[in-house]
Every structure is written in structure tokens, then in C-alpha cells.
């Protein structure tokens, strides 16, 4: 099935400091829609058989699909492992009952050696609901939050049933939340041995229904607001869970914890690939109102968050991270954020562990953001920021399409369409301006892409409904629900001029 999707070559004019330049030439793509009908499609992963394997976050299921004519086989279905329902539509506060986590069932990652001996597959997934808790401090009813599990699953994928079987819990303790969940499983190789990532939102503490809910990002005891590595094989620790945390994880003092880095708000993005010979992991983030984050994450690193916003620059000097709206008491802020005085002094503070993003989104002038929180405390309607809010990270290394090499290619969930940023040889700085892909009235998920570098494949929504403020018409949406195809055409042609 074909889309007429006009394929836009537009540049941001903020990515870094600098203005860098900008390869007029780029590319076209072929487009079509593999499977719809999806519930929430949330990690799309290439199989070694070249099948999609794809997690559904409100359905619940792990779905294998041939590309090639979209017949799908159901390999699991979790609906019975999590204790809260399914709303068709959430009302905007809900004092009873259970409303839905940010995601659901969320990220997957296959083992490397799935078809040669190592057949796991790991899930990620919210299960279990804790309650809401109303905040005393004049919020928003049940704004001190909605609390959740989260656990993370390794299955044994069994190719003759077709069934993802023997479920083993890894992590059963992961905190959860109705926003900033993060959610992305990932395997990646540190030296001569391979681990699984998964990133841990904050859990949305300090904003919106969880404004009176403290963030605890900066904490080196929490896994709220954090990268996690877990082993993929249990080693001799006795600990039921122990013997899945790894030895040497930066932050195991007087107990083994699973953090990786810390100071992270919303890592819904999580990839790794070898460039120039080094093994890159690199992270998306969204920016509270501006500076979504393209981060490189190092071990044991912090990358600031509530305490910096993108670079270390001052234009959140005087604010904090976000700030909840309060009808009761309008003009009043409402935030368990702390105000940050100084984003350079509280960069000096955390020492040389800080690291400032590879790429900071649109990051808004000062004056610019103190208007915006001007704007939301007075409780004024229809309040709008520039943003991407990246959903996913892929790296593209392959030769296949001219010029793509060492580019990372990102989602977006806010003005729905597909990035792509030029890394340098040491992929550590953006040396290209942003090409905008497939720009529509949607919000893509996530990205896989294909063996052969030819085929870029892209996860939607099935709705267009943020978990914040947004204008965005569920109505007008243009396909939902499905997974698309592009395929490489060749250079992109600029159209004629009449």
C-alpha cells in the first residue's frame, strides 16, 4: 500500500553553537505501510531472520511480521501479566480506579546468537499498579503521582512453536509512572563482553499529574532517571536478582545497583554502533519545553537533568526543569524540580563526571523561557514550544545510501517525522545540519534498519495524544497504527521551477 507523503529536505538552524554547513544533495525514498492496525507499536526490531518483531504497548503482544507481505504471527501475549485495565479514553484526572502507564508493554531486545544457540528475548513491560497520592502542597488532585512497576523479562523465543516461553524476571523493581517512563531495552558490547541497557525515565516528577512527585534523577540509589546495565547471563552472585547485576556497575558501593549514568528525563531513545572503532551508546532525551538531547552515554557519567537543561549555557538560570500549572492558585509555581540558580555552577558542581549532550534540540533563549513560564503559571490556554520530543535512536553505518555514513537517525513524537544528523569521525559532534524525512500529522515510535542499509523501517502511534499540553487533533491524523517501509531511491531532486 502506497503513502503520498511529501518527503520534506528542511533545516533547523540551531543544532549546536555553531552554524555548520549543510550538503545541499540529498535523498528520496519509496514508502509503504507493511502492517496496521496495531495497537501502540512501540519497539520495532529486525529478527536475524529479517522478520519485524514488534512490542505493542496497549495491546500487550510481541508480533512477528514478514515485511515482504505483512503476515503477522502473535509470539506472546502479556495481557494477563499486568493488574490494571485498558482505557479506551483517559480522562484528563482520574481520582479512582487505574489509568494506563505511560507505554505499556515497551522495549525488546533479541539476543545476538537468537538463531545459534541463545534464543532470549528480553521484554520490558509495566505490571503492576501501586496507586495514586494526592499532594497536600496545593497541586493539581493526585498530582503527587501515579506510581507503577516495572520489570524486565528474559524469554526463550522456541522457533518451532513460534512462542516466546520459561519467562525469567531480571528486574522486577523498576519504578513506573503515567509519564517519562523511558523504556528502551538494548544489547551492547563493552569490550570483549555484551550487556542489556534499559533507560528509566523520571518518572515525569515535577510536572503535570506528577507535579508534587519527587525526582530523583540526581540520586545515586534510585532507578528513576537513569541508564541500567543488567548481564545477559546470570553470574555465581546468590541474590535472586544479584546474579543479573554485573560486577563492576560504576555505582555498586555497600549493594550491586543496576545504574549505568544518571541525570536522564526522558530516555525514550537508546542505540549503540562501533564508529572508528570505538563503541558508541548514545541516548534521545526530551527537553522539558526546548533542548531535547542527543547524549553519548559514558560509564558513570551524569548528564544533569533536573539541575541543567541540554548545555550548560543559563538559559534555564532562574526556572527549573518544568513547572506545574495550578488552577486554585494561579501565578503560584508548583514544582518538586528545584530552581536552578546556575545550570554552569551546577555543572562545576557534579565535577568532571558532567557531560553536555552531543546535540541540544532547539535550545530556547533565556528571555524566551521565562515568557513560557510566565505563560503557564498564569494559567494561560494553548500554551505551544518548539520541539521534537524524540521517541528512538538508530545509527546509520552503512555505505548503502551516499553520505548517510556515521548519521543518527531519530523519530519524533511532536511534528512527527524522521531526523537525521551527520556525526564526525569520532562520533562525539554533529558535523552536519538536521534533514526532516516523512514529515506528517503523526508520532513515530521507534526505527529499525535493515541488514543491507537499504530499508529504513518506522513504528507509529495510534493516536497523536501527548501526555502533556498539546494541539495536536487525534482527528486529523493521516495513518496510525502500522509499521512503514522506506526504501532507498536514489538522490533527491529538487522540483522543477516553473
Known amino acids: 500500500m502506497k503513502l503520498s507523503i511529501i518527503l520534506l529536505l528542511l533545516l533547523n538552524p540551531v543544532i ?16 509503504r505501510i507493511v502492517a496496521d492496525k496495531l495497537s501502540d507499536p512501540w519497539s520495532v526490531v529486525i529478527a536475524p531472520d529479517k522478520n519485524i518483531w514488534v512490542t505493542e504497548a496497549k495491546g500487550y503482544r510481541v508480533l512477528r ?42 522495549g525488546m531486545a533479541l539476543h545476538p546468537g537468537l538463531t545459534t544457540g541463545n534464543p532470549y528475548v528480553f521484554l520490558a513491560y509495566a505490571y503492576h499498579f501501586e496507586g495514586a497520592q494526592q499532594d497536600n502542597d496545593g497541586g493539581e488532585p493526585n498530582s503527587g503521582g501515579y506510581f507503577y512497576k516495572i520489570r524486565i523479562v528474559r524469554y526463550l523465543y522456541d522457533e518451532a512453536s513460534a512462542e516466546l516461553v520459561r ?10 509512572s503515567s509519564d517519562h517512563n523511558g523504556g528502551r531495552l538494548m544489547i551492547a558490547a563493552q569490550g570483549k563482553k555484551e550487556y542489556l541497557f534499559y533507560s528509566a525515565g523520571d518518572m515525569g516528577a515535577g510536572q503535570f499529574a506528577n507535579g508534587g512527585r519527587t525526582n530523583h534523577a540526581q540520586s545515586s540509589t534510585s532507578y528513576e532517571g537513569k541508564i541500567l546495565r543488567f548481564n545477559l547471563e546470570p553470574d555465581l552472585d546468590p541474590g535472586m536478582y544479584d546474579k543479573w547485576l554485573p560486577n563492576d556497575n560504576p555505582f555498586n558501593t555497600n549493594r550491586q545497583i543496576a545504574l549505568w549514568s544518571v541525570g536522564h528525563r526522558n530516555p525514550q531513545g537508546l542505540t549503540s554502533a562501533v564508529i572508528n572503532g570505538q563503541e558508541m551508546i548514545y541516548s534521545t532525551e526530551h527537553g522539558p519545553y526546548s533542548d531535547d538531547e542527543i547524549n553519548l552515554i559514558e560509564r558513570g557519567c551524569n548528564y544533569g537533568h533536573p539541575l541543567i537543561i541540554g548545555f550548560a549555557d543559563g538559559n534555564y538560570d532562574g526556572l527549573a526543569a518544568s513547572v506545574s500549572t495550578n488552577k486554585a492558585l494561579p501565578g503560584i509555581w508548583h514544582t518538586t524540580y528545584p530552581l536552578i540558580d546556575s545550570e554552569i555552577t551546577n555543572a562545576k558542581a557534579i565535577g568532571p563526571n558532567y557531560r553536555d549532550p552531543v546535540v541540544s534540540l532547539d535550545p530556547a533563549p533565556h528571555a524566551t523561557m521565562k515568557e513560557l513560564f510566565r505563560s503557564i503559571i498564569s494559567n494561560k490556554k494553548d500554551q505551544e514550544w518548539n520541539s ?25 513524537l511532536k511534528g512527527g517525522a524522521l531526523l537525521r544528523i551527520k556525526l564526525d569521525t569520532s562520533g562525539k559532534k554533529a558535523a552536519g545540519n538536521i534533514y526532516t524525512y516523512v514529515k506528517g500529522n503523526v508520532r513515530y515510535r521507534d526505527i529499525a534498519i535493515s541488514p543491507d542499509g537499504l ?12 501526555s502533556g499540553p498539546s494541539k495536536e487533533n487525534p482527528q486529523q491524523i493521516s495513518y496510525r497504527g502500522c509499521i512503514l517501509e522506506l526504501s532507498y531511491k536514489g538522490l533527491y531532486k529538487e522540483p522543477a521551477k516553473l
Not at 16 to 31: P, W, Y
Not at 388 to 412: C, D, F, H, K, M
Not at 455 to 466: N, Q, T
Open 455 to 466: 530499508k529504513i523501517y518506522l513504528a507509529v502511534d495510534s493516536s497523536s495524544v501527548s
Open 388 to 412: 521534537y520530543a524524540p521517541s528512538s535512536i538508530a545509527v546509520y553505518t552503512s555505505s548503502a545510501i551516499p553520505g548517510w555514513e556515521n548519521s543518527v537517525l531519530i523519530p519524533t
Open 16 to 31: 549546536t553553537r555553531a552554524q555548520i554547513s549543510l550538503n545541499e544533495k540529498d535523498v528520496d525514498f519509496d514508502i
Open 65 to 106: 511480521i514478514n515485511p515482504s507481505n505483512g503476515v503477522r504471527q502473535q509470539l506472546l501475549d502479556l495481557n494477563s501479566a499486568k493488574d490494571f485495565p485498558r482505557y479506551d479514553k483517559i480522562p484528563d484526572h482520574i481520582d479512582h480506579g487505574k489509568p494506563w502507564p505511560q507505554g505499556g508493554l515497551m
Open 167 to 176: 519467562p525469567v524476571i531480571i528486574c522486577d523493581s523498576i519504578p513506573g
